[in-house]
């Protein structure tokens, strides 16, 4: 009794030596996808710090409601999240995933066009976010054609969004919080995809 489970402890024990001396997902495979997803992530995080600064200034300069009051507001708004759900799935299809968060960058940095606009104050910051969000579309653009995907180039919206009619401030606020639960979204979606 005790040799068998001796041997189911060595068995065990060996298991484990082995799984902690396997590559992390993450790290395995193409080399030059790891070094554009580790540089990515550290811009995405980047932006994400940009737009958490913006918020809480814009939110303490403008004195918006409660979290349930800024959630209907953002329901009567019309501002949705931004689809990647390529990028959830298992395994990851790269192409499509990229592609989806190209389309929200792109969308993100139309609305960011009319918050510089409505938000003269912050008008420095939210062109250095638009800058960043370029320089990532352009990174991701660049990788995609490394890679041998197929980009797909949607249209730009002609309508103008929403908020940028009535409840200006606010309307941007709430666009700039999306946008940043999109960086988290792409962080997450970066990472799946390198695994």
Known sequence: ???????????????????????????SGDPGLHQFVSKNKEFVIRIKTDLLALNELVRKAFSFGSNRELITMEKLLGIQQVNISHCQQDPCDMERCFNQVQAGLQ?????????HQIL?????????I??????LSHNIQQQMEESSLTSVIYP??????????????????????KLQLFMDMIFRAL????T
């Open 156 to 177: 730009q919206a002609e309508n103008e969004p929403k908020f940028v009619e009535v409840q200006r401030e606010i309307g941007s606020y709430l666009v700039l919080r």
């Open 1 to 27: 009794m005790s040799s068998t489970r001796s041997g189911l402890l060595v068995i065990i024990a060996l298991s484990w030596l082995m799984c902690s001396a396997a590559p992390h997902a993450e790290f």
């Open 107 to 115: 969308t993100y940095s139309g609305y960011l066009s009319y918050i």
């Open 130 to 135: 638009q800058l960043d969000i370029s320089n």
């Open 120 to 128: 003269v104050t912050y008008a420095d910051q939210v062109h250095g």
């Open 191 to 194: 990472r799946h995809c390198s």
